[in-house]
């Protein structure tokens, strides 16, 4: 069973940067695919980052040149580097991480961006 604990959610005012992290309690990335999710009030749970074991990333429009996905694979860590902060990105934000038939969640991490 991977567990997966994410950090670093606060408040920040629009325009702001946080930078969050997801601990695995395991040695994955090699093999799973890693995303950051984030649920707003009332909406569906959204993908707002992801990296392939590859290497390779992908973000939706909303967000694609504000946060950058990263992983260090000797910390067993991946980040979510979020700049520009909208009071939209305003959501609890889930680590993912996805294998072909097993998945696993975080516990998720709130963000405010507020002024």
């Known amino acids: 069973q991977v567990q997966l604990v994410e950090s670093g959610g606060g408040s920040v005012q629009p325009g702001g940067s946080l930078r969050l992290s997801c601990l695995a309690s395991?040695?994955?990335?090699?093999?799973?695919?890693m995303g950051w999710y984030r649920q707003a009030p009332g909406k569906q749970r959204e993908l707002v980052a992801a990296?392939?074991?590859?290497?390779?990333?992908n973000y939706p429009d909303s967000v694609k040149g504000r946060f950058t996905i990263s992983r260090d694979n000797a910390k067993n860590t991946v980040y979510l580097q979020m700049n520009s902060l909208k009071p939209e990105d305003t959501a609890v934000y889930y680590c993912?991480?996805?294998?072909?038939?097993?998945?696993?969640w975080g516990q998720g991490t709130q963000v405010t961006v507020s002024s």
């Open positions: 993912n991480a996805k294998w072909a038939l097993w998945e696993y």
């Open positions: 395991e040695s994955i990335f090699n093999t799973y695919a």
């Open positions: 990296v392939t074991n590859g290497g390779s990333t």
